[in-house]
């Protein structure tokens, strides 16, 4: 094996376990949101307060572990590594940082700033 299938193979073995573990929190918060509350109408009710916290985390643990997986699918096409947007390698050091990466830092700032303006149109070909 050389340098770089180990090292794409200790990344893909990092994101399986970070994979199992938003798994877990995921049904965690699902089943903490299962339980019926009774809401009460007056603001600031903290049952309410808390599960719209759980909620909005679900969301964005659920928006992780499509990044995760994405990325577990382009090490499987040997596309993991390579900036979606201008086809050059994402330096190790960002994919150490954020291994579900898929833009190197200039194309994630364009991007970014894309967005801000209302611009930015995400691409059609999910991998």
């Known amino acids: 094996m050389t340098s770089r299938e180990e090292a794409l193979q ?8 970070e994979r199992d573990q938003v798994l877990a ?3 965690m918060l699902q089943e903490s949101l299962k339980g019926e509350v009774d809401i009460d109408a007056e603001e ?3 049952d309410l307060i808390e599960r719209e916290k759980s909620a909005a985390l679900l969301a964005a643990l ?6 995760i997986e994405a990325a577990l699918r382009a090490i499987d096409k040997g596309q ?7 086809g050059q390698p994402i330096p190790p050091e960002r994919l150490e940082v954020k291994p579900d ?3 190197c830092v200039e194309c994630q700032v ?6 801000k ?4 149109r995400p691409p059609t070909n999910v991998l």
Request: glycine content about 8%; proline content about 2%.
């Open 10 to 17: 200790r990344e893909k073995e990092r994101l399986e376990a």
């Open 25 to 27: 929190d995921i049904a």
């Open 44 to 46: 600031g009710d903290p």
């Open 62 to 67: 659920e928006s992780r572990l499509k990044s």
């Open 80 to 86: 993991y590594g390579i900036c979606e947007r201008c």
């Open 101 to 103: 990466a898929t833009l």
């Open 110 to 115: 364009e991007v970014e700033k894309l967005i």
């Open 117 to 120: 303006r209302g611009l930015y």
